[in-house]
T-cell receptor, first 114, second 115 residues
Framework: DADVTQTPRNRITKTGKRIMLECSQT?????MYWYRQDPGLGLRLIYY???????NKGEISDGYSVSRQAQAKFSLSLESAIPNQTALYFC?????????????FGQGTRLTVV | AQKVTQAQTEISVVEKEDVTLDCVYE???????LFWYKQPPSGELVFLIR??????QNEISGRYSWNFQKSTSSFNFTITASQVVDSAVYFC????????????FGEGTQLTVNP
């Protein structure tokens, strides 16, 4: 089993629908992240959490919300999906050792909003 | 603010050619890490290397090598004798001491190695 698991792997949804992307990890890491990948833009940080009670906005948090249900689970929600949220979404984890820590990525969720 | 630039959007080479992927970064921190990730067509991100700002030694791993030059704020990646399996999108990324382990990614370079 993968250390960082994202569900679903692929999703097509309609404009205006609420959708949740889930991430779970078995690494035992405190830090979790959600990134979004768009062609030509690389990956951009949406939200991050350094522990269960600590949640922070990244550079592109508008239109998204997150929930850290437990150390191992970090969910990303789109309250009302719009077409320009069509992208590849990655969850990642890292140890709580600051900038030194290597990030471990999930396999990605490809979301299409029609 | 931190920034990573990969000016080469796409590169196409013929198998066995050497290819260099450029990465230029901006940061005000003196302590930071630089990374390279590979994203094959299957979509997952594969970690390749991490280099800290105090270690400017070049690194070689098989056909891969990395050239870190603080004077030019560059962290370039060379693949020697490229193979079709090297075809992927490659990302350079930066993690600063002041931003914890959050990564700032470059735009990515699509490398295509043709047989």
């Amino acid at each position: 089993d993968a250390d960082v698991t994202q569900t679903p792997r692929n999703r097509i949804t309609k404009t205006g629908k609420r959708i949740m992307l889930e991430c779970s990890q078995t690494k035992g890491h405190d830090r979790m992240y959600w990134y979004r990948q768009d062609p030509g833009l690389g990956l951009r940080l949406i939200y991050y959490s350094f522990d269960v009670k600590d949640i922070n906005k990244g550079e592109i948090s508008d239109g998204y919300s997150v929930s850290r249900q437990a150390q191992a689970k970090f969910s990303l929600s789109l309250e009302s999906a719009i077409p320009n949220q069509t992208a590849l979404y990655f969850c990642a984890t890292s140890e709580g050792t600051g900038y030194l820590a290597e990030a471990f990525f999930g396999q990605g969720t490809r979301l299409t909003v029609v | 603010a931190q920034k990573v630039t990969q000016a080469q959007t796409e590169i196409s080479v013929v198998e066995k050619e050497d290819v260099t992927l450029d990465c230029v970064y901006e940061t005000r921190d003196t302590t930071y890490y630089l990374f390279w990730y590979k994203q094959p067509p299957s979509g997952e991100l594969v970690f390749l290397i991490r280099r800290n700002s105090f270690d400017e030694q070049n690194e070689i791993s098989g056909r891969y090598s990395w050239n870190f030059q603080k004077s030019t704020s560059s962290f370039n990646f060379t693949i020697t004798a490229s193979q079709v399996v090297d075809s992927a999108v490659y990302f350079c990324a930066l993690s600063e001491e002041t931003s914890g382990s959050r990564l700032t990614f470059g735009e990515g370079t699509q490398l295509t190695v043709n047989p």
